[in-house]
């Protein structure tokens, strides 16, 4: 087996060796709940996330100190089938808006308190075609993982995960399609203004990505380099060095979740560590949330990208966190209660 088939292997590999949360801190944050001053269960999932988010952390009563939203950007060659109205440079373009504080994501941020980093996946090289070709080599896709691991650090205790890329809800579509089966017509949406003809381009791209590559779909890894792009791997890379650092990690909407679909399809328990922020206005991410079991936090109707969602759910789990720390208890208060917490209630995420 060749370098890169070996690199494709130690990823595998780490799926079946995954840190697993701290039962014991589950336990004692489930316990607290009960003490503090509110009746069982009145703070609903805001209990649940705080249980969660202790097991994860390996804390009681954590605190979120040094939440971070990660963005990654890339440019992808479908975009050659005129599938949206706008062209690939504008990704890099709005990576300088990011930068700049002019994008949506930098209010979130500030609002939530939350860092923001941008990476830029070579966004002057757009991928391959996915419709006429593997959108990447092995060792570039092997390399992108690596690089979103590599963005991770120990200092990070909430990563909410973001991208940018024109073009990138057809290949959302197409990985999703190709992971999860059925047709163009249940996963494609119309992404950034992709209406009309172009909304047509995209599910007959789509379809011939499809057809193109069904002889190489059984391997999550393999379909993540066909029809996937440097962001969506590098986005992989990312909740993969989350997992190995008990990180917890918010996941945005459609793209983000494709992404997060190949570790998925490699090990069901890999997104164990995450949250959904968001519901997206795009029709396969609801799909995407059934096939993973989870709800999102949030339903606003949104579809803009950019981690927007996800950095929205931040400041809902700082607040779960700083209930379950902060507040103070009924014997502190010198307060009276029977009252015992509700086990179902408050089964971690």
Not at 61 to 85: M, Q, S, W, Y
Not at 328 to 344: H, K, P, W, Y
Request: proline residues 3%; glycine residues 10%; aromatic residues 6%.
């Amino acid at each position: 087996m060749n370098a890169i088939g070996n690199h494709f292997d130690s990823f595998r590999a780490l799926l079946h060796d995954l840190p697993q949360p701290d039962s014991n801190m589950i336990a004692k944050a489930r316990i607290n709940q009960d003490k503090l001053t509110k009746p069982s269960g009145a703070l609903g999932k805001l209990e649940k996330i705080a249980i969660w988010l202790a097991g994860w952390r390996g804390e009681e009563k954590p605190i979120i100190a040094r939440p971070l939203v990660a963005v990654f950007a890339g440019n992808h060659g479908v975009t050659d089938e005129n599938v949206t109205p706008f062209p690939c440079s504008i990704t890099r373009q709005m990576v300088e808006n990011f930068s700049t504080g002019g994008a949506a994501i930098n209010q979130i941020c500030i609002v939530n308190g939350l860092g923001l980093r941008i990476y830029d996946l070579a966004l002057d090289c757009p991928t391959t075609n996915i419709s006429k070709g593997a959108a990447m080599d092995e060792r570039g896709c092997a390399e992108s993982i690596a690089f979103g691991m590599k963005a991770i650090t120990e200092e990070t205790d909430l990563l909410c995960l973001g991208e940018m890329g024109i073009g990138n809800t057809t290949v959302a579509a197409a990985l999703a399609c190709a992971i999860f089966g059925g047709t163009s017509k249940d996963w494609i949406g119309h992404g950034t203004g992709s209406t009309g003809e172009y909304f047509q381009r995209k599910h007959e791209t789509v379809r011939k990505a499809i057809a193109l590559h069904h002889k190489y779909l059984d391997d999550p890894f393999e379909v993540l380099r066909r029809l996937g792009g440097r962001e969506f791997a590098a986005i992989v890379g990312a909740i993969l060095a989350a997992r190995l650092k008990k990180i917890p990690v918010i996941l945005d909407g459609f793209v983000v979740s494709a992404a997060a679909a190949v570790l998925f399809k490699a090990h069901p328990r890999t997104l164990d560590h995450c949250l959904v922020g968001h519901l997206s206005a795009e029709q396969g991410h609801r799909r995407l949330l059934e096939k993973f079991g989870k709800k999102p936090l949030l339903d606003l109707g949104m579809r803009l990208g950019e981690g927007t969602g996800a950095a929205l759910a931040a400041g809902i789990v700082k607040a779960a966190a700083l209930c379950n720390a902060r507040m103070a208890t009924f014997e502190q208060l010198n307060i009276r209660t029977g009252q015992g917490v509700n086990d179902s209630a408050l089964s971690e995420c």
